[in-house]
C-alpha cells in the first residue's frame, strides 16, 4: 500500500545553494522538512567523461500533489543543467508524521 507522500532526492552544487532551495520549498508549502546532507561524492559520467563531485544531497519530504511543484522550483532555482531529481513513493511510516506533514502543508 503506497501512500500519498513523496521523498524527492537531488543534489545542489554546495551547501548555501541546497539551504536557499531547501528554504524556498518550505516557505512555498511545496515541501513540510527539507534534510541536507551536507557532503557526498557524487561519481557519474558526463559528457562522455568520468566525472566526480563533491554536493550537498537534499532530501524533501512532500505530498504527492505537490510532487510537480517541487520539481519545477528545483528546475527553476537549480545552477545544474541537469539536476537530479528522484521520486520516491512512501509506502508506509509513523502516522503521526504524516499528519503533521498534512498540517503544514495545508
Sequence with gaps: MTTHYRLIFTTCANKQEARAMAEQLVQLKLAACVNILP????IYMWQGEVASE???KLLIK??????NQVIQTIKQLHSYEVPEIQVVDVAT???A???W???VLN
Design 101 to 103: 506533514m498534512d498540517e
Design 54 to 56: 563533491n554536493e550537498t
Design 62 to 67: 512532500t505530498k504527492s500533489e505537490k510532487m
Design 39 to 42: 557532503e557526498v561524492e557524487s
Design 93 to 95: 511510516g509513523n502516522l
Design 97 to 99: 508524521y504524516f499528519n
